[in-house]
């Protein structure tokens, strides 16, 4: 069964003390730092973000209309925070591009859209030779049958957006809640992540897998606004590790 990871999405956070933030929510309990780098006009694909344990989401301004954390700023939070997990969302529009750059900057995980790239075996290979996690993301609108059981099985973690990736602070979309059950029927012990409109109520949506599968669902939570802003951003942190955990308790019972 896989543990429960909680990411704080960096996009939520204050740019002017980054470093402050992060170490922030490392001592409040988050295990991932969700930081991001984006491309330009996600409309250029027909369904179609790095974290850190803290994870960031890198944006190239193509791929989505935003330009956000890049790896100089990568290597920066790495110096300052020894031994963080950086786990990155790649929202670019040739993410094979980059996986040479995010490695140097401390990546530790370069997860990718499945719909910005034709070969996703080759560059999950590519992934593992700079000695990094791969993970596979797909976009609202791509089904969740577009990471084939080969890619699946290849991927060390798969990301659901519940959101149109580019963009914080956006309304959570529930019709994104069935493919989280359905991967997790086909990779029971797969890390499987959900980013976008994530809160302790929709937390529990997920980790349930509600009526669609007897299996759980996601165990790597990414969470922005609902935990940047709150006051008391650790008790938010532990509120969705807890509905991970009872999820994982009910399914087992």
């Known amino acids: 069964m896989p543990r429960p990871i909680i990411s704080p999405s960096v996009l939520a ?5 980054l470093t402050i933030e992060c170490k922030r929510m490392i001592n409040g309990g988050a295990e991932w730092l969700h930081m991001g780098t984006q491309s330009y006009l996600l409309s250029d694909y027909a369904a179609g973000y790095l974290h850190l344990l803290v994870s960031p989401d890198v944006m190239d301004g193509h791929f989505v209309p935003n330009i956000t954390i890049g790896p100089p700023v990568l290597s920066c939070v790495a110096r ?15 993410p094979e591009k980059w996986v040479g750059d995010i490695a140097a900057a401390g990546g530790s995980l370069y997860c990718f859209h499945i719909e910005a790239t034709s070969d996703p075996l080759s560059l999950i290979k590519a992934i593992h030779d700079k ?12 089904p969740s049958a577009a990471i084939t059981g080969e890619i699946g099985a290849a991927a060390d973690m798969l990301l659901v957006m519940t959101v149109y990736p580019g963009r914080g602070g956006q ?3 529930d019709r994104c809640v069935p493919k989280v059950a359905e991967l997790r029927a086909r990779f029971p012990d797969k890390d499987i992540e959900v980013d976008g409109g994530v809160g302790p109520k929709t937390c ?3 980790c349930r897998g509600r009526e669609f599968t007897s299996h759980l669902g996601s165990n790597v939570i990414v969470a922005g606004t609902a935990i940047f802003h709150a006051d008391n951003p650790e008790e938010v942190i532990t509120a969705l590790k807890n509905a991970v955990v009872t999820a994982q308790t009910n399914r087992s019972a």
């Open 13 to 17: 956070s204050d740019f002017g003390q």
């Open 80 to 94: 300052s925070i020894p031994g963080i997990f950086m786990d990155c969302h790649m929202m670019v529009e040739h």
């Open 131 to 142: 000695n990094m996690k791969a993970g596979v993301a797909i976009s609202p609108d791509t």
């Open 171 to 173: 309304k959570f979309l």
């Open 204 to 206: 529990t949506q997920l």
